[in-house]
């Protein structure tokens, strides 16, 4: 039997997890409706630009958001499925 705030911790990370996947999809059709795929740059999402100015802008500020998302869902995958494999 698992303990009522456990129970409450994995339900805060439920509705955090399905926000972000709506704050995805919201931000993923809003760029393509304005045509700007800054929008939906993770670095962007981060607010990085605040410390490192003109981060998010070029093709190879592209390239790194695409490669570090890659990099960060994978290694999620992988910590979250080793028990199945």
Not at 56 to 74: D, E, K, N, P, R
Not at 77 to 84: D, G, L
Request: charged content about 15%; glycine content about 4%; proline content about 4%.
């Amino acid at each position: 039997m698992t303990s009522p705030l456990y129970r409450l911790a994995k339900a805060f990370m439920a509705v955090f997890a399905l926000c972000a996947m709506f704050h995805m999809i919201l931000l993923g059709y809003i760029a393509i409706r304005e045509q700007d795929p800054v929008i939906w740059n993770l670095f962007n999402i981060l607010d990085l630009d605040y410390f490192f100015p003109n981060i998010i802008y070029g093709f190879w500020s592209q390239v790194a958001s695409v490669v570090t998302m890659i990099i960060l869902v994978g290694g999620a995958y992988i910590y979250w499925t080793k028990k199945e494999r």
